[in-house]
């Protein structure tokens, strides 16, 4: 049974910086694209950066480009988003996500809450 689990949420002043991490188990993720979403409160969930799990090639959306990184550790299983410079706009629930394909993600986590103050 595929699990992901998030956690590194918490409250942080604007301009600084966190670090979540998605521990992966179940299966093997060697073809899988792992991912983060947010979704903050009263919007709708928001794609917000990806990594093909064996060739480390990464994506992200606009607002976040220059600013978070997300990485895998193959020796234990993890996915990490640093986030710097963050923003009041960067409060939301993020969640971390696993499919086969870039854009189409089949197992998710309960999701960590990030509250950047202002």
């Known amino acids: 049974q595929v699990q992901l689990v998030e956690s590194g949420g918490r409250l942080v002043p604007a301009g600084g910086s966190l670090s979540l991490s998605c521990a992966a188990s179940?299966?093997?993720?060697?073809?899988?694209?792992m991912a983060w979403f947010r979704q903050a409160s009263g919007k709708e969930r928001e794609w917000v950066a990806a990594?093909?799990?064996?060739?480390?090639?990464?994506y992200y959306t606009d607002s976040v480009k220059g600013r978070f990184t997300i990485s895998r550790d193959y020796s234990k299983n993890t996915v990490a988003l640093q986030m710097n410079s963050l923003k009041p706009d960067d409060t939301a629930v993020y969640y971390c996500?696993?499919?086969?394909?870039?854009?189409?993600?089949?197992?998710w986590g309960q999701g960590t809450q990030v509250t950047v103050s202002s």
């Open positions: 990594i093909r799990w064996s060739g480390g090639e990464t």
């Open positions: 179940g299966r093997r993720f060697s073809r899988y694209f």
């Open positions: 996500a696993a499919g086969t394909a870039l854009g189409q993600y089949d197992y």
